[in-house]
């Protein structure tokens, strides 16, 4: 999709979450690598969000059951003509090799920067809005004071464990984003809206729009059907639908 504007919709609670936490570690990544201190604080930051999601729900198990979903069906691959087995046997081990990595995280994921006073503080602290000033946090402000090799090498033990998860996170998403191709659609005065079979498992909603065009895509819906309405930013960004027909691009991915 050259040239467009990428807009993706899950379709289940599972592969919201994934895809929030795919760019939440991806803004770690980011700013991780960057030396001001306001690149740590950020990186620091979205680590928080991280670990927010990560007490809401149990992404471990979540990941192994959506692993082992793709095993069965690769599985029912393999009994099919005309596919390349030597490949398959690839994506199975490592399918096998990422849930074996995952069962190995001792404890509940995060727990390892629940331990570490410094982290726990800004934690604390960070419920309350600028909770995280120099007054407030003598510690954190030293610690943002230090050489930047410093800072980047503790921001990275604290990710190291995380990375399990970062890993099956890609595969996953990954998987479902190439399990479909392109088709072209139309809007009509700016709306689009159909029906899902309901016997397939639809994950994902990929709608690419021509990056020319004044409109961005909203999109809502469920397992049973889907609606776009493209929008446009007026005077004083109002937002207004779309009059005219708009064509885009609709990847239906399931797996």
């Keep these: 999709m050259n040239d467009q504007i990428l807009y993706e919709f899950p379709l289940n609670e599972r592969i919201r979450t994934f ?22 604080r950020a990186a ?19 990941l192994l059951k959506e692993l082992e979903r793709h095993y069965k069906v690769l599985a029912r691959l393999a009994r099919s003509h005309g596919i390349d ?14 849930s074996q990595r995952l069962r190995n995280i001792h404890g509940k994921l995060g727990s390892q920067l629940s331990g570490d006073g410094l982290f726990k503080s800004i934690a604390q602290r960070s419920a309350i809005p600028g909770g995280t000033c120099s007054f ?3 510690c954190y402000h030293y610690w943002l004071q230090q050489p ?6 503790e921001l990275h033990l604290w990710m190291e464990p995380f990375q399990p998860v970062i890993d099956a996170i890609r595969f996953v998403l990954d998987t479902i984003r190439h399990s479909a191709l392109p088709e072209e659609a139309v809007a009509e ?5 159909e029906n899902l079979d309901k016997s397939l498992p639809f994950q994902l909603l990929r709608i690419g729009l021509n990056s020319d065009l004044p409109f961005f895509a909203e999109i809502s819906g469920g397992k049973h059907r889907f609606s776009i ?27």
């Design 85 to 98: 087995r030597e490949k398959l046997q690839e994506i199975i081990d490592e399918i096998e090799l990422l």
């Design 44 to 62: 620091i930051e979205s680590l928080l969000d991280i670990l927010t999601i990560s007490n809401r729900s149990d992404i471990r198990a979540e």
């Design 136 to 138: 407030d946090l003598p």
């Design 229 to 255: 309405r493209f929008m446009s930013l007026g005077p004083e960004t109002s937002i207004h639908q779309a009059t005219e027909d708009i064509p885009f691009l609709l990847n239906k991915c399931q797996f």
């Design 148 to 153: 930047v090799s410093k800072r980047q090498q």
């Design 19 to 40: 895809i929030r936490l795919e760019k939440l570690f991806q803004q770690v990544g980011h700013f991780a690598r960057g030396e001001s201190e306001w690149d740590s």
């Design 189 to 193: 005065a700016g709306f689009y809206q």
